[in-house]
Structure formats: C-alpha cells, structure tokens
C-alpha cells in the first residue's frame, strides 16, 4: 500500500506513468468538492506539491503505519493495558482458538468432581440427548462446535452488552414456561382430537389425526408437525369442530415450530457458560489472549468519551486515517472505531475511507456492508464531515471484460456504475476504462458434467500456454476448498495423461489445498510415530504396504517412545528418508511438519502423544506454503479479493444463491404463544431451515435469505472482476430452467439468453471479444520509476577513514546472554513452582525436560545447580520440607487486583503465614515492595504472624523483607 501510494505521487510530480493525467484531474475533483482552497492551484503547483509529500514520506517512512484492523486493536489493547498495569499489555496474542477450545472441552470432559455436581448433570443430560436422538456421538466435537457459537463476532457483541443468558435456571424456566403443549390452541386441538378420534367421519381424516397425535407427543418431523388436510379435502363437507381444528392445527403448528426451535439448543446455551470458563482458565494459566476477542474486550473498556483518553495514553495519536476495504468492517469492529473516528475529526483531522459495498463478502466473518452504505444517513458526528467520492475509471480490466460485467450486474439490479445506455456524453463507455485498453476477451461455456468443464479448462490453459502467455498470468477461481481439491485431483490424472506437456511444466500451486497430509512422506513419518509410541495397527499396516522394505517391528524396540518431540521426527524422517527417493516438493512438506512441530513444542512442550492428538485434529490440515514460481494459481474466491490475473478461470461457477438451511443465527427469544419477546432470555441461538418460515421466527430467517442472496451476488462480482484480459467462465447445465436462478450460473445464463448464447455439442457458449494477442510489457511503474527515483548508482563517491578512539571498551553483557539467563530463571520458576517438596525436584526436572522447556544436557545442569543452591539454606529446606499448608501461585484478589505470590506456607496452629517469592537476577527494590504489598493482603486476610523472604537464586542468598523497610 506504501509503495502505491509512493508511485500515484511519483507520477503526478513527473507526470509520467499510464494515468498521470487522470490522477491530476482526481485530485483536482477532490479539491473542488471538499471547498479545500478558494483558487484551484496551477497543473505545476499541484506537481510540485505531490514531490514534496513524496519526499517527506520517504523522510519519515516508519511513522506511516499500515496494518489490519485488529492488528490496530491489539495495539491500542496493548497501550491500554500498560497504563491500567494489566496483563492483557505483556499477553501473546494466541491465534488458534480451535486448539485452545480443544483443550477446554477435553478438561470439562474428564467430568468435574463432587463440587461442581451442576456441571456434572448438565454434561451427563446433553450426552443423554444425543444419544437419545441418535444425533452426532462425537461429544467432544459437538462441545467444541458449541464454543464455535460462543466466539463467533455476532455473539460476542451480544454477550459484550449482556444480552446473552447463561443461567441453567432461567434457561430451564424458559423452556418449561414456553412448552407448545401448555398453549391455549394446542390445548383446544387436544380437546377436539380426543373428542373425535375414535369417530372420524371420513377415512382420510385418519391421517391427520395420526399427525395431530404425533405432533402433540413431539416424535414428528417440522414440516408435518400439525399439518392439515389438503386443500381438496377442505373442500368437502366436515363438522363445524373440525373446521374449527383446521384452524387450531395452524396456530397450533406456529407455537410447535417456535417452540422446536427455541429449545434446539438450549443444552448448549446451558454449557456454553462452563466452556468459556474453562477457556478463560487456560488463557489465565498461560497469560495469552485470544485475537477473537480482541474487539470485545476493547469494546468493553472504551466507554462514552473514552476515545481521546485512549488513544492518548496508548501511544496512537494519530491526525489522519484511511481505512481501506471499509465494506469488510464488522459491527464490533466500528463500535471501536467510530469514537476514535470521530474523535479525529472533531480535532481536526481527517478520515479517507475506501470500500465497495458490491465486494463485500465476508459476512461469514461479521463483515457487514450496511456500515458502509449507510455512512451518508449516519445519525452521529460522522455526517457533518461525509462527503462522497464514487470512482467510475476501471484500471485493471479490458473493454469487453468491463461491458460484460456492467451489463450482467446491471441487469440484476446492482447498479455497478451508470447505466452505459443512458451515459450519453461517453456512449462508447470510455469513462470506465482507461486509453488502450480496448480489447479483452468472455467465454461462457455450459457444460453439465464437472469433470468435463475442468478438463476443458485446464486444455485451453495448455492452448493459452502454447499462445505465449505464463502460467503466472493465470488465476483459477473456486468457492470452497473441497472445489480445490476436486480440480486438483483431475489436474494429476490430466497430467498423468502425457497430453498437457506445458501445463505439466508450469505446474499448479495453491496455498489453500496444498496441505501437510498430502504429502505421502509426511504421512509416513507420522504413521511410523504412531507405530512406535503406541503400536497403532493402521500405521502399521500402512508402512507395511508403502514402505515395504522398512524393519518397522525392529525400529519400535530401538527407538525410545518418550524422546521428545522434535528429536523424534528428525529420528524417524532421517530412517524414511534412507529408504524412500526425495523430491523437493518433499522436503517442503516435511520442513513444514517441522516448522508446526517447532511451533507446537513452544506452546505446548514436547509430549509426542499430545502433538499426535493435535496433529489429528488440526495441524494435518496446516498449508504448505506456496512457494513463488511461475506456476497457475488456484484459490477461492475469498483469497482472491484484491488480486487480480490477465486470465481468470471460474471452473464451477454454480454456487446456491440461498442456502439458510443448518446456518445457527442469535435471535430475539420469542414466547410460543404470541411471537413477541419472553423476557426471561433476551437472544438465543436458533438454527435455521425452510421451516423456520413458518415459526416466530419468520422474519429472522427471511432477513438471513435476503442477506445469503447478496453475499453470493458480491461473491460472483468479486470473482468475474478479478479478470484483466480474457475471462472463462463454466456453468452447469443441470438447471433446466435458469429463470428460477438459484444459482449464480442461472443468473448469467438467464441474462445471457438474448445475448447470443450459441448450442453447441458439449451445451451452450457465449463469447464476447477475441482471445487476446500477449502484450510484452517494458518494466514496470515500481520497478522502472520508483526505484531510479532511489537509486545511488550516480551518487559521489566519498573516501571514508577509520579513527580508533581513545577510551578504554567496556564490557557488558549481551543481549542473547541476557535472554537466555532470563530464559533459565523462567525454567527454574516453573520447576519450583510444581514442587511441593523437595523430594520432589527430580520429578519436575524430567518433566520439563521432556516438555522441552529444558533443551539439552549442559541446560539441565545449569538449572539443578540454581535449585540446589536452595538447600544450602535452612529455612528453605524447612519450606519445602511438607509440613506447611501451600498456596503455589494462587491469585489473590484484593480491591480489584490481582496479586500472586510465588510461595505462600501457611500454619494455622500459630495463625502464622510465610511470603516466599524467587528472583533470578540482580537486587531491586521493587522486589521488596512487592512482598509487602502481598504481606499486607495476608494481615487482612486474618494471619496475625506474617512473614516475608525473597531468594535470590544466583547468589543463593535469603533475604528477609520488614514491613517497615527490606
């Protein structure tokens, strides 16, 4: 983004470059419409003024900052939490919430012990209702997809402003109070079923009682749940009761269906409280915080009139902002935002945003792009200062490209630019496309058969390859990543094939598919771990079919299991390696399991069992990451935004425009009778299917439809906008009838109809423009313009001379000592803090030493010599002697803090408590300080007799703190 901002200044100060000339009369536009000067400044002036920013931002390079959003969050958290002294300001910052919600839920499914009896019984009821309802028997997959709930944005806004009820009680209460079988219409429907099921006077009435008396006992389907008769059968002669249960049945079916779909996931609103303390315990335990959350927690501190304090006190004064893919912003997100926005204004800044409501895809992500269009109706500050600036000019694609999508969108309503038929003063449309670009190329093609449309692709690549273009040119585009890995699979037999000599050369790289499991030798290193740390008949049975020449039953007896982790996987890629050929592409794969095993190791020790359990979950799916070649490229349509190709390729361009079913929405808790709010639970989780239509909840799922269908219309005008010179697109033809359009191949079909779609023998094409003929470029603006404009090749030439001073060196300690001595005392630390006594420091060496906190032999002695140097002291040795009651690194609270001393021995004959805290560098006073506030918090604790002590483990010294003074 530098670098582009960089060469717009560069070209207007030079006036050279493909739209110099357009960027000048942009920004004159910009002035003119923001009233920024009275006199418009000469075309000079103005080029004068764009060398000057120019250089003054190569000046001052490192204060133009350019990050993500939540980058800028966890900034000014950070800021934040030095200034209140709390630990979200020293906290990693922890990515993977997958692996730390596994973890959560494997502690709340080892089941709590007697004193959480509440959490007990609610985990033995959900495990009881899936298996009743012979739902999913994954338990700990359906409680981590609980948490999902809990940590998506949408929630954790909710849950922000207290609108989400945890409480098992009212939970209970809320269902019991809402049940469809206490309402007044189902109630009367029972009465007349009862009064009139064992005399129906027609046959075919007993049908709809025998769905009447299911739907009442609830062992229904929704869609049947209190169905009436036909509409035939309502037209012949029934008792005046009955027709008045017709009536009854479709009240009745509306309190059914909300109350289904209220209570469908009730369990899990119940347990979703008890995960997130169990998660929280984890970030406690190893001080991180998650980048979910970062929003939350910041919303949660930055109340009215905060902004200016924050952003002040954190370090981030900044003057002007621009905020780029604005459309992509979510609701949490710009809850933080617009103070700190407005803010800036009001002091006289200024506030650039850019965005395209039409590209906003990431709703998936809480991105909402009614944010973005409604700034100009905006009822705050922000529509004193809006002005807007809507860009027409298209720089990256190719006449017909461009007409193909103004026309195709227009048509369905987006209205992407102005309607070319009535744009007068430009008829030929060249107020959207720049000078020289009057070529380009659209191919639509319906294929029916999947397998057919890749292969037809992946031969006009060939042909496209044979024309001169480079694989780099080339961009293939797919929804999903199950799509990618389904084009992949045919590449390979395609290439098997001998027929694609140059697309077998290019090759085919893709960071989304590209994964460590694909690798075969990867699969061999784990199986053979598998084998030898747990004897798993699988991986044994599959090294004995891949690798057949390895001794495996040998190498279990001579590899030890407990080795730690990374030394294990050196040791069995070392022995797979010796027995296999290796190809790059290997080594790229198998630097990559060693890079999460790294990773892995760092956060979580050493344990190979655990890296194992990990790596079945989760890590086996990790990208490699693709290296930088001229290969085609393949990914989804989400990655691509932003990017662009000379030739975009859409291989399965037949994405469902709706598709609500299974999607799990916060909704407004509604009371079955009436539809309106309960009251006793604000917002709670309903899942979504065509039924719900029919629910209270009719027009949260109508709202979910219409917002699904314009995700999927953003979706397809990201993708065809992603093309530069020639577009290819494939639809499927299965949809005998496109006017339906229930996908975005019937949408182009249906306005490619009277367009000159042409049969042919494969289905139906439409071509717009010719293939284009390769452009050689010369070099290009950044590396032609920019770099002269840097460079030092006829720079003087200075003679430099070397003077040695006169001043005596001196010696200090270095930075990689410092650290790895600061690394020691941690180690230390943390063996300390798991012993209870002395007896038991062999244990909590080996234990860290297979954890991999201690690395090596010379390490491991260095630690036990700092340890021993504790029992040449005989007040150490009577602390750790297990006659003491022990606090270890309890949390205290106190007045709103938290303290946590690292040893507190406590004798309640004497009412006597000893402080123990341990330092592993020099003497400072604020070590002192720190003991007596903690001695002070045991005096009002109750302990008459308190004591406090630091050691200082270098020295091996005992130092005794006085309240009065150290």
């Known amino acids: 983004m530098k670098e582009r901002i960089l060469l717009f200044l560069d070209n207007i100060a030079r006036n050279t470059g493909a739209d110099a000339a357009g960027a000048l009369e942009t920004v004159k536009k910009y002035i003119v419409e923001r009233g920024l000067v009275k006199t418009m400044p000469s075309d000079d ?46 906290a990693a910052v922890e990515l993977d919430i997958d692996a730390l919600i596994a973890d959560a839920v494997d502690r709340l499914m080892t089941f709590p012990d007697e004193a959480q009896k509440g959490l007990r019984a609610r985990i033995e009821a959900y495990v009881n209702e899936q298996l009743d309802s012979e739902k999913n028997w994954d338990i700990r997959g359906q409680l981590r997809a609980i948490a999902a709930k809990l940590y998506s944005e949408a929630a954790q806004q909710l849950d922000a402003e207290g609108k989400i009820v945890f409480d098992p009680e009212r939970i209970r209460s809320f269902k019991q109070r809402n049940d469809y079988r206490k309402m007044k219409c189902v109630i009367e429907a029972t009465r007349i079923y009862n009064d009139w099921k064992d005399r129906l006077p027609e046959s075919w009435m007993e049908k709809w009682f025998e769905r009447i008396d299911k739907s009442i006992k609830g062992e229904i389907k929704a869609d049947d749940a209190f169905r009436g008769p036909t509409e035939k059968q309502l037209n012949k002669p029934m008792p005046d009761e009955l027709r008045q249960l017709v009536d009854l049945c479709v009240e ?139 860009l027409s000019r298209n720089f990256r694609s190719e006449k017909e490209i461009m007409h193909f999508n103004l026309d195709l969108f227009n048509r369905l309503g987006m209205q ?186 760092i956060r979580y020790g050493a344990d190979v069992e655990a890296f194992l359990e990990a790596w079945d979950e989760n890590i086996h799916k990790q990208p490699v990451a693709a290296p930088i070649c001229d290969s085609v490229k393949i990914m989804t349509i989400h990655v691509a935004k932003g990017l662009e190709a000379k030739q975009v390729y859409i291989p399965f361009c037949n994405w469902k425009m709706e598709n609500a079913s299974k999607t799990t929405i916060w909704c407004r808790a509604k009371q079955t009778a009436d539809g309106k709010p309960d009251g006793e639970l604000e917002y709670i989780p309903v899942v979504l299917q065509q039924s719900v239509s029919d629910s209270a909840y009719a027009d949260e799922y109508a709202l979910e439809c219409e917002m699904q269908q314009i995700d999927n219309i953003n979706t397809l005008y990201v993708a065809l906008t992603r093309a530069g010179e020639e577009l290819y697109v494939y639809v499927d033809t299965k949809e005998a009838d496109w006017s339906k359009a229930e996908t975005a191949g019937a949408l182009i079909m249906n306005v490619l109809q009277d367009k000159g779609l042409t049969q042919k023998d494969f289905g139906y094409e439409y071509e717009a423009g010719a293939p284009m003929p390769l452009k050689e470029k010369g070099n290009s603006a950044v590396g032609g313009k920019m770099i002269d404009r840097c460079s030092f090749n006829d720079a003087e030439k200075i003679e430099a001379e070397w003077h ?163």
């Open 45 to 90: 002036e103005l080029r004068r003024r764009a060398e000057d920013c120019y250089k003054r931002m190569l000046e001052d390079y490192d204060n133009i900052h350019i990050s993500t959003i939540d980058t800028f969050l966890m900034q000014l958290l950070g800021g934040l939490g030095q200034m209140l002294d709390d630990n979200s300001a020293t």
């Open 252 to 390: 009745s079916k509306r309190a059914y269906l909300t109350y289904k779909f209220s209570s469908e996931l009730l369990n899990d609103l119940s347990l979703m409280s008890d995960i997130r303390e169990s998660i929280h315990a984890i970030m406690a335990e190893q001080n991180i915080i998650l980048l979910a959350q970062t929003a939350q927690v910041l919303h949660a501190a930055l109340k009215q009139g905060d902004a200016d304090f924050i952003l002040e006190k954190a370090g981030i004064r900044y003057r002007h902002i621009m905020l780029d893919e604005f459309q992509d912003t979510s609701v949490l997100q710009w809850s933080n935002f617009r103070p700190l926005l407005e803010e800036i204004l009001a002091g006289g800044g200024s506030v650039f945003i850019v965005g395209d409501v039409k590209q906003s895809i990431y709703r998936w992500r809480n991105g909402d792009w009614r944010i973005m269009a409604n700034l100009k109706n905006d009822q705050g500050q922000l529509a004193n200062f809006y002005n807007e600036l809507p």
């Open 416 to 601: 992407v630019y102005l309607d070319d038929e009535k744009d007068t003063e430009h008829p030929d449309l060249s107020r959207y496309y720049r000078s020289g670009h009057e070529g380009g190329y659209v191919r639509v093609r319906a294929i029916e058969d999947k397998e057919a449309c890749v292969a037809d692709m992946f031969l006009t690549i060939e042909q496209r390859l044979a024309a001169g273009y480079k694989g780099s040119d080339m961009l293939i585009l797919a929804r999903t990543h199950a799509e990618i890995e389904s084009i992949i699979g045919i590449y390979r037999s395609l290439i098997d094939s001998g027929n694609y000599p140059l697309l077998e050369q290019v090759g085919l790289v893709s960071c989304d598919s590209f994964k460590l499991d694909s690798s075969p030798l990867v699969c061999r290193v784990i199986d053979l771990i598998k084998y030898i740390t747990k004897g798993d008949a699988v991986s044994e049975y599959a090294l004995r079919i891949a690798v057949p020449n390895l001794d495996i039953a040998t190498l279990r007896n001579t590899l030890p299991p407990s080795m730690p982790l990374i030394e294990m996987i050196e040791e069995v890629a070392k022995i797979i390696l010796s027995a296999e050929t290796v190809t790059p592409d290997d080594s790229a794969y198998l630097s990559g399991l060693m890079d999460e095993a790294l990773n892995y190791t």
């Open 804 to 966: 040695i001073g006169e001043r005596t060196p001196e010696f200090r300690q270095s930075t990689e000592s410092l650290n790895y001595m600061l690394a020691l005392g941690s180690v230390c630390h943390g063996i300390l803090e798991q012993m209870k006594t002395r007896d038991d420091e062999a244990r909590a060496l080996r234990q860290a030493r297979l954890d991999g906190r201690i690395t090596d032999d010379d390490q491991l002695k260095l630690v036990t010599e700092l340890i021993d140097r504790a029992w040449t002291n005989d007040s150490m040795c009577d602390w750790f002697s297990g006659r003491w009651e022990l606090l270890r690194e309890v949390a205290f609270l106190d007045r709103g803090r938290e303290f946590r001393p690292d040893r507190v021995m406590i004798d309640r004959k004497s009412n006597r408590a000893i402080v123990l805290d341990y330092k592993f560098g020099e003497h400072e006073n604020s070590y002192a300080k720190q003991v007596k506030q903690y001695m002070s918090l045991l005096r009002r604790r109750g302990f008459s007799n308190v004591e406090g002590w630091i050691w200082y483990a270098q020295e091996g010294e005992l130092v005794e703190v006085k309240e009065g003074g150290a």
